[in-house]
């Protein structure tokens, strides 16, 4: 459609005789100040000349007869853009089915994560339960350094005991020294004894038949120094062995009483080390358990965060079915449009069928546009996952 | 000599100064010393050149310290390496005598 302006053919008399009248006052009567006066004057009448006749708007319609090609296309259009949205509302609606499918696999792996982390926390804990409760070597290095100290103290108690003993044989010695010292008394006592006898025997020789009974008595004395002699030395070897045996117990105890204390001064400072090893290791273990069980706190935490995170599944849904909705709408919308400008572009109607046609037409966008805003105003759709928290244990 | 005596006469206090060998080769001396008669009212053990030690020598210590009156002797253990001082140690002598 185009409005072609007419050519104004009833305004050129009036300019042109207007336009004459001033040329010929301009001739006759030529005062300097005429000719802008008359130029003015001209101008002013073509300018009323101008507004007051509308320009006419001349409708050129096609031709009826052309319409064919024209509908055809305009079909084409509309089936193509019919097709179009039918086939984005149902990829939309495929695409929601493996949202949902998606979403609830991981929402299942994830579960499946937080109950692991919850089981490896509680075994993590009876690990540090059960060795907070059972006998810990650090206990019994403990409990082996008293005992080592205790075998210690005992071997030492022995030694003192021991030299206790020898002093005492010492002591023995001693007097047993002092008996042979007698002993060696009695001997010159009978050395004495016999050499009397035999100075007595000899004064009884002397002395003839009246001394032959002192000569007896004198041989008995004689006999009797000879035995305590005897006597004297038999003492003497026993006492004399009595001091070896006493000698060879001395050793013995002497022998008891030396212990080799290296040994336990060695495996002291062995347990020593080893306590300081067994302390050392304990601390570091429990601060890795400490690190590990705030780990799995922190796994824990991040897992139910994922969970509630995947909510997005509702909102995503809800968008999407709210874009198939449009989308439906639209195709409806295009196919009604479509054919209401077919009808206009292809029959030969009249300017108030046409009105009301273009009317139809946008009566049916502006219902289409009140339906998204009510859509727009309707049940709020969640903007955000930080909403809600999820409880998982 | 494996051990030599010295007696402060004026404070009382016997110092004995042993040689190489603590064990029970000195027992006889060292009961001469200082277990057999009045008791002195302190005692210096000077391990200072000691570097082998039995448990006799221990057994010594202990005779000593009962003669010397138990609880209430003085007696003070001076010089010993670190070696002989864990000895005595293990043997829970550092709290019966005075280590040095």
């Not at chain 1, 101008?50 to 079909?75: F, K, N």
């Not at chain 1, 002192?214 to 009797?224: D, K, M, Q």
């Not at chain 1, 546009?369 to 309707?378: F, H, P, V």
Request: aromatic share 4%; with cysteine; charged share 25%.
């Amino acid at each position: 459609m185009s409005a072609i302006p007419a050519p104004s053919f009833p305004r050129l008399p009036l300019g042109l005789s207007v336009s004459a009248v001033a040329l010929l006052l301009c001739l006759v009567w030529q005062p300097a100040w005429l000719a802008p006066l008359a130029i003015a004057a001209v101008s002013a009448a073509w300018f009323v000349e101008q507004r007051r006749t509308p320009a006419r708007v001349v409708t050129v319609l096609p031709p009826a007869q052309d319409s064919a090609p024209v509908r055809e296309a305009l079909e084409d259009v509309r089936e193509a853009l019919v097709e179009e949205l039918g086939h984005a509302s149902r990829e939309l609606h495929q695409a929601l089915d493996l949202l949902r499918d998606a979403v609830s696999e991981l929402g299942g792996g994830f579960d499946g994560l937080s109950h692991k982390t919850g089981q490896q926390q509680s075994l993590l804990k009876q690990i540090i339960d059960g060795q907070k409760d059972g006998v810990s070597v650090q206990d019994f290095a403990a409990r082996t350094s008293d005992l080592l100290e205790h075998f210690v103290g005992l071997i030492v108690q022995l030694s003192r005991d021991s030299l206790r003993i020898v002093y005492r044989i010492d002591g023995m010695a001693k007097e047993m020294d002092a008996v042979f010292g007698l002993l060696k008394n009695v001997n010159t006592i009978a050395e004495e004894t016999n050499l009397l006898a035999l100075n007595a025997s000899i004064e009884a020789a002397r002395a003839g038949e009246a001394g032959r009974g002192f000569s007896v008595v004198a041989g008995e004395i004689r006999n009797l120094a000879s035995n305590s002699n005897q006597f004297n030395e038999q003492i003497g070897s026993h006492v004399e062995r009595a001091r070896t045996a006493m000698e060879q117990l001395r050793g013995l105890v002497g022998a008891m009483a030396s212990q080799d204390l290296n040994m336990a001064l060695s495996t002291k400072g062995g347990i020593d080390a080893m306590l300081a090893h067994v302390t050392e290791s304990d601390a570091r273990t429990s601060k890795v358990a400490d690190q590990v069980v705030e780990i799995n706190r922190g796994l824990g935490s991040d897992v139910s965060t994922t969970i509630r995170s995947l909510q997005f599944e509702d909102i995503l849904s809800q968008l999407i079915n709210q874009t198939r909705t449009r989308l439906v709408e639209l195709q409806e919308t295009t196919a009604e449009c479509t054919r209401d400008i077919e009808e206009l572009a292809c029959t030969d109607v009249e300017a108030g069928a046409l009105a009301e046609h273009a009317q139809r037409v946008r009566a049916r966008l502006s219902m289409q546009r009140e339906k998204a805003r009510l859509r727009a105003r309707g049940p709020a759709l969640q903007n955000s996952m930080d909403a809600g928290e999820i409880e998982l244990f | 000599m494996s051990l030599t005596i010295h007696h402060d006469t004026e404070q009382d206090c016997l110092t004995l100064q042993l040689g190489e060998r603590f064990d029970f080769t000195v027992h006889r001396d060292f009961h001469d010393a200082c277990l057999g008669g009045r008791p002195a009212r302190s005692y210096v053990i000077d391990l200072g050149e000691v570097n082998s030690m039995d448990s006799s020598a221990l057994g010594m210590l202990l005779l000593l310290r009962e003669h010397a009156g138990g609880e209430r002797s003085e007696i003070r253990i001076v010089n010993a390496g670190s070696e002989l001082r864990g000895t005595l140690r293990v043997a829970g002598f550092d709290k019966l005598f005075v280590l040095h």
